[in-house]
């Protein structure tokens, strides 16, 4: 979830206040993930002015190299007319230079309380020493939208989900998280994409939806692939990782090999983990549902704590051979084959 820290609001914070029209004079923006800036700078945008208000008293600002402060602060100082407020919206504020975006603090010393200024300052963030952000912080929002993990993908499915009045099943939640990945943005346009074709009348999205709209195949993907290794499924397993081979485009070996690291170290912390009960277990590898502990469970019979360790060991060798270190000529499908092999035997 986007990071909230001390004397800074959460998207939900933001969004409840924007929703009871209470606005602050500024909003910094700022964070590796652009998806919940754009999330927030909207939903303020729609809630400050009514679309009749915004031909006069909306101003839309593309920051570039070249963008000075004091034209964003003139356009501030603004008063509104025929409206309570004016909105200026600062879209891509990670162009403007140090100096100049450090020359807004004056403005955000004492701003105008008639105008709601929104700066978007996307895949990065502006140092909280500087002057500029204490006063936007003592005035207005300081918002950060960290990087977003695999591990929150889920969670990130089913709340945008839930807000659409839909659910979806586990097995189907992975399949998106791990075909799509950290781009929240694309994700919600596939899971935009799936509600469309499913409609009204149903509100349960399956594994056999994800297959037929978004293109994935339910037999054939990373977590069928765990599946596979995690029971020991020789057949299965090479099945998957040869069809990988035949569709690099999209099945990449550096999308599969994380996802084959992050189940082996998780096995790892399963059998050293102190508490062996399964709240234990979940708490120890950070997952939500006993559902997910199952493949663990059934893996750890399958492969000692020596065994998982030398496993570990080969998919770092397997990482670098990806990379081109002392790979050759060898293709990564066929790296990605040898580490299967070695997985499984």
Request: glycine share 4%; charged share 25%.
């Amino acid at each position: 979830m986007p990071k909230k820290t001390a004397n800074t609001k959460s998207y939900e914070d933001i969004v409840r206040d924007a929703k009871a029209k209470n606005f602050a004079p500024i909003y910094l923006l700022m964070g590796e993930e652009a998806y919940y800036i754009d999330m927030v700078s909207n939903y303020i945008s729609e809630q400050a002015l009514t679309p009749e208000e915004r031909d006069f008293n909306q101003d839309i600002i593309y920051a570039t190299s070249e963008t000075q402060a004091k034209n964003i602060i003139t356009a501030a100082k603004r008063y509104p007319m025929m409206s309570e407020r004016r909105l200026i919206v600062v879209r891509e504020a990670q162009n403007i230079s140090k100096a100049e975006f450090d020359k807004l603090q004056p403005y955000a010393a004492k701003p105008l309380e008639s105008t709601v200024l929104i700066l978007c300052y996307k895949h990065g963030t502006v140092d909280r020493r500087k002057a500029v952000v204490a006063a936007i912080n003592k005035v207005g929002v300081v918002y950060e939208s960290a990087k977003f993990y695999d591990r929150e993908l889920p969670q990130f499915i089913n709340r945008y989900l839930k807000r659409k009045g839909y659910t979806m099943e586990e097995k189907a939640v992975v399949m998106m998280a791990d075909y799509v990945g950290t781009d929240l943005s694309h994700l919600a346009g596939e899971l935009d994409k799936l509600i469309v074709s499913v409609g009204e009348e149903r509100k349960s999205l399956t594994a056999a939806d994800v297959e037929a709209v978004i293109g994935v195949s339910k037999d054939y993907n990373n977590f069928e692939l765990i599946t596979a290794l995690a029971m020991k499924d020789i057949l299965k397993a090479n099945q998957i990782v040869n069809y990988f081979n035949k569709n690099q485009k999209t099945n990449p070996p550096f999308k599969t090999l994380p996802f084959v690291f992050n189940f082996f170290s998780n096995l790892m912390l399963y059998h050293y983990a102190p508490d062996k009960t399964e709240q234990g277990l979940l708490q120890q590898l950070g997952l939500k549902s006993a559902w997910q502990l199952k493949e663990y469970n059934i893996a750890a019979r399958n492969y000692t704590a020596r065994k998982t360790m030398n496993i570990i060991a080969k998919i770092r060798e397997t990482d670098a051979k990806i990379k081109g270190v002392e790979s050759g000529t060898a293709d990564p499908g066929d790296i990605m084959r040898e580490l299967v092999f070695f997985i499984l035997h």
